[in-house]
């Protein structure tokens, strides 16, 4: 049972850090069309990506992206660990996180120009973490989430949720909240 959990959590966070490296094309948004959703929580972020992949172009949901996170001169939102935490970008939280990638022996890609702080990036980690696609120990996830993801991720996907650019991403920041608040609730149960 736990090892399908681990899967599923494994594709939300690979899933979710592949909408926020880049945006989606024609076939991955036919794709998320055809999602099945529940009446849990987590179904009706499910559903309502869903929905709001039917109703998407890719074209508009590329200029959507655009606005979002690159812009002219910078986006509506910062998706940036750093920014969220201190203010500014390349700050504690990116070194921090760097020390622990080493550690953990989880490299970037070299034609990612991104800083590991990324969202996208962070939660790609975490996927890796929870499928065991990274060499990292047993309960690396969590420790991993707990100190990279839980401070900050909850409100850049409620942010994101919010932004006045957003249309197909607001789907995006409700499914990404939802999943960091079920980890959050997971985090928190005893051993």
């Known amino acids: 049972m736990t090892e399908g959990l681990d899967a599923e959590r494994a594709r939300l966070f690979a899933l979710l850090g592949r909408l926020l490296a880049a945006p989606p094309d024609a076939d991955l948004l036919a794709r998320l069309a055809a999602l099945q959703g529940d009446d849990t929580p987590l179904g009706r972020g499910i559903a309502g ?16 992206f655009f606005d979002l996170f690159i812009g002219v001169g910078r986006g509506e939102l910062m998706p940036y660990a750093s920014y969220y935490l201190t203010g500014f970008l390349h ?8 020390g622990d990638l080493r550690r ?20 790609e980690t975490l996927s890796g973490l929870i499928s065991g696609s990274f060499p990292a120990g047993e309960g690396q ?24 650019a957003a249309r197909f991403y607001r789907a ?17 149960l005893p051993p």
């Open 49 to 64: 990506l869903a929905r709001a992949a039917a109703e998407a172009q890719p074209a508009a949901v590329e200029r959507e």
């Open 91 to 98: 700050e504690r939280p990116l070194a921090d996180l760097r």
């Open 104 to 123: 953990l022996g989880v490299e970037r890609a070299p034609d990612v120009p991104e800083p590991e702080d990324h969202i996208a990036f962070v939660c």
């Open 141 to 164: 996830a969590g420790a991993f989430f707990t100190r990279h993801l839980r401070p900050w991720a909850g409100r850049f996907f409620a942010d994101l949720e919010g932004a006045s």
């Open 172 to 188: 995006v920041g409700a499914l990404g909240r939802t999943a960091i608040e079920i980890e959050q609730a997971a985090a928190e």
